[in-house]
């Protein structure tokens, strides 16, 4: 992964695009991100990623377009439709500069991998810092950060390109990670294994509340 805080205009705007088309690959579904250690407790929890949230993980606040709207004009370019979003829409939100624009950026679409995340980390923010607050994390040299809002799935709320070390104590191995679209009930589709047939193995040792989750047996077949 690359970070870099010197971007010009048309590779920031190259980033972003690339950005979204990863983003684009996510929205409508749910993850379940199941993290464990050698003798600890298994850590998990769910989210989901919404066309407006995508601006904000870029430290950008524009002007110009609604975050809806920036979403789409970044995923129209994508398929050949407009020009794409423009560097006059991207006004750096709060406590951001173009400095941070282009750390965010530059790694942005490869935070949005999520079927890289058998190489990162997850954890409960648990450190004080000067960032943004929020309830998860899953990333290594950047993070991801998640927001739990009541009894419904978390969603991204920060990109910070900074070690995960800064903001857990505790960091757990992502073992695997399941995805289902909104409307279901529980998750059937294995997109990480850290090991094939894992889940399966595991399945009767897991919480009750983990298991609740998935659909039992769900380990026999990879999509």
């Known amino acids: 992964m690359v970070i870099t805080s010197k971007l010009s205009d048309n590779k920031l705007l190259e980033a972003i695009h690339r950005a979204a088309a990863e983003y684009s690959k996510l929205i409508g579904n749910e993850y379940l991100v199941i993290g464990k250690n050698k003798n600890s407790n298994y850590f998990w929890f769910q989210c989901r990623f919404e066309k407006k949230n995508f601006m904000h993980l870029l430290g950008i606040d524009s002007k110009t377009l609604r975050a809806d709207e920036f979403y789409d004009r970044c995923d129209e370019y994508n398929n050949g439709i407009g020009t794409g979003i423009l560097i006059s829409d991207c006004h750096p939100s709060k406590n951001h500069n173009r400095t941070t624009i282009n750390e965010k950026s530059s790694c942005c679409a490869d935070m949005l991998r999520i079927k890289d995340a058998k190489y ?29 809002v009541g009894n419904m799935s978390s969603f991204p709320i920060t990109l910070i390109a900074r070690s995960i070390d800064e903001f857990t104590s505790k960091k757990y191995k992502i073992i695997c990670l399941l995805e289902k679209k909104i409307e279901d009930e529980k998750y059937r589709n294995i997109l990480v294994e850290i090991k094939q047939g894992l889940l399966l193995e595991l399945y009767f040792e897991l919480p009750n509340e983990l298991k609740a989750l998935i659909i039992n047996g769900v380990g026999q077949k990879h999509t």
Request: glycine fraction near 10%; hydrophobic fraction near 40%; proline fraction near 0%.
């Open 120 to 148: 990162m980390k997850v954890g409960l923010k648990d450190k004080i810092s000067q960032f943004v607050d929020f309830s998860y994390a899953y990333g290594s040299t950047a993070i991801l950060g998640f927001q739990k």
